[in-house]
């Protein structure tokens, strides 16, 4: 020891330290199945290359063509066609669903997929090395498939609210990390952003709120005394829903109830169990004006709403929320305490349960499923919900334990709208809390339950809410790069090796940088 220089001992500890990555090795996020990388030889993809198209895949190729018309920088996309040599895509139902085979040889890539989707992963993965590697392409085989079926983010366009193009650019980026869902939180108490044909008043008045909060509403000037508002039209939202469907991401549309109702409440007061009048509301957090669960009104009002929403997203999972409603109006309101006496309920949890139960049994009527936040266990949940794990793990476990299936999104780790870093410098203001990418990356979604009840995991979802979140770019900062830790845990949970993903997020990085992604530099520093 004593003989080996000072440098040589750093030159020596940086060696055992950094991950033993080999340049033949792919650099990929998520991570692939199995990848055997041959020790030289690339096929190189140009604007020239042609995609060869079988079993009539055009729209993964268009997808494809697209993208690499932006990177390459070209006026033309890549040619397609029948036959010829090139980049082949062909189908074989023998693959995973969403799983494909990469084979990179002289004379071409062919991707194989067990459906489209898994055609359109393969494409993804020979994009980010295309991208990242000057076109260059190892020979070698890849075969790859998800570790969960439902891999979701999920944008709050209430308390900002983001355009149909940020929207767009917000699928872009899932769908590039391979994500499949995009829960799509489109009402709640500071504004209505769905239009609704039956109820015109919730968009023309409850789309607006009269002015937004400044800081956390703790400082002396709380509010900046600007009108804000927004909401997407029925056009507007098939648009997206198309977009999104073109990328493999099914949407799930969420609208609250009964709790997070102020703005619809503000629209249409007879929803109240006062029928109070009410401000869309400027404050955040959780209000105690929700919609009345006794009258029968209300049941009728929530299934027009439905009937409109099923019809505009072709989803089977739909979001009902069911999370955070204060019992205060139900408790003093004698619509609310008859329907307890006349349905022999105990309690106000349990008139939320029965409000759930009957809309999930409208759903299901409709040939849908339902799906909700964690609170809906707390009113006594049916067998047949798919319940979103927010507060904990604790409720996931539960309802997965009894059966029910589940998309585990506890807020640690999976709030994105928590701080990036525990020293918060250069962060500006956000909710609170702290997720960092580690945090992301180490989320074990299968910890603590049965062998059963893990059949019932059926993915993972991250949290974008927006409070603190004014513009898309602010959004992306916020998504990226924990995504990329994210769609590791969705996709590639069991194959996770923290040896390796320092230097994969470092070529990932550059293929941020050429799709002009917004992204925060703390985990490339080192900051946690
Ligand atoms: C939630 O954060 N209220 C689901
Ligand atoms: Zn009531």
């Not at 794990?389 to 994105?416: K, L, Q």
Request: aromatic share 10%; hydrophobic share 35%.
């Amino acid at each position: 020891m004593k003989n080996l220089s000072r440098i040589a001992l750093v030159a020596l500890s940086l060696i055992v330290m950094l991950p033993a990555l080999s340049a033949r090795e792919l650099h990929v996020v998520p991570q692939p199945a199995y990848t055997d990388i041959a020790a030289e030889g690339d096929y190189t993809v140009t604007p020239k290359t042609r995609i060869v198209v079988v079993d009539n895949l055009w729209n993964p190729a268009e997808r494809f063509t697209e993208d690499m018309q932006r990177h390459f920088g070209t006026e033309k996309p890549m040619p397609t066609a029948k036959n010829g040599k090139g980049i082949k895509i062909r189908l074989d139902s023998c693959i995973p669903a969403e799983g494909y085979e990469m084979t990179i040889s002289e004379d071409e890539i062919l991707i194989i997929g067990g459906t489209e989707a898994g055609v359109y992963y393969g494409l993804q993965t020979l994009r980010q090395i295309i991208v990242t590697n000057d076109g260059k392409v190892p020979y070698g085989f890849i075969a790859d498939e998800p570790t969960f079926s439902y891999r979701g983010a999920h944008l709050d366009v209430v308390r900002h609210f983001f355009s149909v193009d940020d929207v767009k650019r917000y699928i872009d980026i899932l769908a590039s990390h391979k994500l499949n869902r995009l829960h799509w939180h489109l009402t709640d108490d500071q504004g209505w952003r769905i239009e609704i044909k039956a109820y015109p008043e919730l968009t023309e008045k409850g789309s607006m709120r009269k002015e937004t909060l400044i800081g956390h509403g703790l400082e002396p000037k709380w509010w900046d005394g600007e009108p804000y508002g927004g909401y997407y039209t029925q056009e507007e939202i098939r648009d997206i829903v198309d977009y999104a469907a073109k990328r493999y991401v099914t949407i799930v549309p969420e609208i609250e109830m009964p709790g997070h109702s102020q703005a619809a409440l503000h629209a249409l007061p007879w929803l109240g169990c006062q029928e109070q009048e009410v401000d869309v509301w400027t404050m955040w957090g959780v209000t105690p004006e929700v919609l009345c669960a006794g009258k029968e009104t209300t049941y009728e009002y929530l299934e027009n709403v439905l009937k409109e929403v099923l019809e505009l997203f072709p989803s089977e999972l739909i979001h009902i929320g069911g999370d955070e409603c204060p019992k205060d109006r139900w408790k003093v309101c004698e619509h609310c305490q008859a329907k307890m006496k006349a349905e022999g309920l105990d309690n106000e949890e349990q008139l939320q349960g029965y409000l759930v139960a009957r809309i999930e049994k409208f759903l299901i009527a409709n040939g849908r499923r339902m799906i909700g936040w964690d609170e809906i266990l707390d009113g006594g949940v049916t067998e047949t919900a798919t319940v979103m794990s927010w507060r904990g793990i604790e409720g996931g476990i539960y309802a997965a334990e009894r059966g029910n299936d589940v998309v585990m999104t506890p807020m640690n780790p999976c709030y994105f709208d928590f701080y990036q870093t525990k020293s918060r410098e250069g962060e500006g203001l956000h909710i609170g809390g702290h997720n960092s990418f580690e945090k992301v990356y180490a989320m074990d979604p299968l910890a603590g339950m049965s062998d059963d009840a893990k059949k019932h995991i059926i993915g993972v979802q991250c949290n974008m809410w927006s409070e603190y979140l004014p513009t898309m770019a602010r959004v992306e900062k916020m998504l990226l790069p924990r995504l990329a830790a994210m769609s590791e845990v969705q996709w590639a949970t069991d194959r996770r090796n923290p040896a390796t993903i320092r230097t994969r997020m470092e070529t990932l990085r550059k293929f941020y940088d050429a799709c002009g992604w917004n992204y925060t530099p703390y985990y490339f520093e080192g900051r946690e």
